[in-house]
């Protein structure tokens, strides 16, 4: 979607490997999320962040990490990864204000073998 | 606990056909509703976006509707085309992280 991306679009990894995934919006936006979508659980919040360096845990947080050290990027760590973790992983930005919709990213689809 | 239904979980209609899409919710206390459309494989498009103190947003062939005494927003597609084959997805935001989005309903127009 414009002002955010996901990036890798997709990746094969191994179990037991560390896995960082980016999101980066150029919309200067407060707030970013991780999201995972698994079929049977729609999507499901993993962590989130509300300012440079201030985040908090989601329902799902479990097996992962992230850090925020500038606004405009968010990074989601599977710090040792199993096939639990195989998933679509969706990061979402929204503007401060309880107003405001979220915008998505168009998914990094991971798969852990 | 908000719950979210969505009804149908899949229709499928022929070309031209104007369909109505629903969500039902259980707690009032929402800060705004959101309509998704997800294509296979893609992310989360928003659509409309409805503020608590609104009843409806309209953009192109698109209406949404919301009515918090019932419990019910509506999604309203009007000359449906191939083209809206997907699935929608309604998203209620409560405040603080709280985004609780319903099951959604997968929608096939045929040609």
Redesign the interface.
């Known amino acids: ?1 414009a002002g955010i991306t996901q990036s890798p679009r997709h990746k094969v990894t191994e179990t037991g490997t560390p896995v960082t995934l980016r999101c980066h919006q150029t919309e200067n936006h407060r707030y970013m ?1 991780w999201y995972r979508q698994d079929p049977g659980h ?2 499901r ?1 993993i962590h ?1 962040s509300y300012g440079v360096k201030d985040t ?1 845990k ?1 329902e799902v947080s479990d097996g992962y990490s992230v850090s925020r050290s500038k606004t405009e990027d968010f990074l989601l760590t599977l710090e040792s990864a199993t096939s639990s973790q195989t998933s679509v992983y ?1 990061c979402a930005i929204r503007p401060g204000g ?10 990094t ?1 991971l798969t852990v073998v | 606990k908000q719950e979210v239904t969505q009804i149908p979980a899949a229709l499928s209609v022929p070309e031209g056909e104007n369909l109505v899409l629903n969500c039902s919710f259980t707690d009032s206390a929402i ?2 509703l ?1 309509w ?1 459309r997800q294509d296979p ?6 659509l409309l ?1 409805i ?2 103190s609104q009843r409806e947003q309209t953009s192109g062939r698109l209406n949404a509707s919301l009515d918090k005494s019932s419990g019910r927003s509506t999604l309203y597609i009007a000359a449906s085309q191939p083209g809206d084959s997907a699935t929608y997805l309604c ?1 209620f ?1 409560l ?1 603080g ?1 709280k ?1 609780v ?1 319903g ?2 309903t997968i929608l096939r127009v045929k040609s």
């Open positions: 979607d999320y729609g999507l919040l989130y908090d989601g969706f309880q107003g405001y919709g979220y915008t998505f990213g168009s998914g689809r | 800060y705004n959101q998704f494989g893609k992310g989360l498009t928003s976006l503020q608590s998203a935001y405040g992280n985004l989005f099951a959604g």
